[in-house]
């Protein structure tokens, strides 16, 4: 799944990231690092910095740790919104 995330993330389709994470979800595969960065990575594509914020809040309330990717990315979205 993470590697679908990763696609959609790469063409900056959050709502395609968002249904798949959702599907992994439903099947019982946990979300890591991976798949949070790759969501605000996807945000950070579109420039939605308010969702990439939603996406990294998520993350420390699943209790997920944040890495260089995720912080990268985050920053990136910023930066591209100005």
Request: with cysteine.
């Amino acid at each position: 799944y993470n590697t679908l995330i990763a696609a959609c993330a790469r063409s900056g389709e959050i709502g395609r990231a968002e249904k798949w994470l959702e599907v992994m979800q439903k099947q019982g595969a946990l979300s890591n690092t991976t798949t949070f960065s790759n969501m605000i990575n996807a945000c950070a594509r579109a420039g939605d910095v308010r969702r990439a914020e939603e996406w990294f809040e998520r993350m420390r309330d699943a209790g997920v740790e944040r890495d260089v990717i995720t912080y990268t990315s985050l920053i990136n979205c910023c930066a591209k919104a100005g």
